[in-house]
């Protein structure tokens, strides 16, 4: 059974540096073609895809945002930490991580949701 | 502004059936099989209903299905039932820079 979990701070200033954490089980990322992914929805919008890590440690990132995402995997954990430099009140918004299935996902964290304000 | 474009809203009675449209362009939709269509009810995370355009995962009801003719692809939801009132998410690969781009959602109501 595939589970994962988002976990991190709720609250965070404008500037400030966004760390979350994806603490999954049920799959390995030490597996040949298993990623995790973290997909973001501010509230009443769309989802919108931000960054893909692959088991060889191979990375993706939403082209836009690309200079303020970091994604890394500490396979040992089973975990996925997503960071995310100078965040902004347009960030606020409910922060997924999930397993890559093809181009899609298949298992979704519950979610996070994150408010950026001073 | 989605890089995908759904309609805002849709709508069907019960046991009716109800087709939501998500185009793009030839770089995402029309370029590859990859369309995967998201179920969300409010507060919820997002379930997977299609994959590859037409492939339902596990435990999906057939009552819904997918297709794709060029830069539009389709879910249609048959024998609609109240459970099934909830957003609907399309999304695409769009090559190895952008991977996954998203529509903008359309939310089903069931009458």
């Known amino acids: 059974q595939i589970t994962l979990k988002e976990s991190g701070p709720t609250l965070v200033k404008p500037t400030q540096t966004l760390t979350l954490t994806c603490t999954f089980s049920g799959f390995s990322l030490s597996t040949s073609g298993v990623a995790v992914g973290w997909i973001r929805q501010p509230p009443g919008k769309a989802l919108q895809w931000l960054a893909l890590i692959y088991w060889d440690d191979d990375k993706r990132y939403r082209p836009s945002l690309k200079s303020r995402l970091t994604i890394t995997k500490d396979t040992s954990k089973n975990q996925v930490v997503l960071t995310m430099t100078n965040m902004d009140p347009v960030d606020t918004a409910t922060y997924y991580c999930?397993?890559?299935?093809?181009?899609?996902?298949?298992?979704w964290g519950q979610g996070i949701l994150v408010t950026v304000s001073s | 502004q989605s890089a995908l474009t759904q309609p805002p809203s849709a709508s069907g009675s019960p046991g009716q059936s109800v087709t939501i449209s998500c185009t793009g362009t030839?770089?995402?939709?029309?370029?590859?099989?990859?369309v995967s269509w998201y179920q969300q009810h409010p507060g919820k995370a997002p379930k997977l209903m299609i994959y590859?355009?037409?492939k339902r995962p596990s435990g999906v009801p057939d009552r819904f299905s997918g297709s794709k003719s060029g830069n539009t692809a389709s879910l249609t939801v048959s024998g609609l039932q109240a459970g099934d009132e909830a957003d609907y998410y399309c999304s695409s690969y769009a090559g190895s820079n952008s991977w996954v781009v998203f529509g903008g959602g359309t939310k089903l109501t069931v009458l």
């Open positions: 590859e355009v037409s």
């Open positions: 030839s770089s995402d939709v029309g370029g590859y099989n990859y």
């Open positions: 999930a397993h890559k299935k093809g181009y899609s996902f298949d298992y």
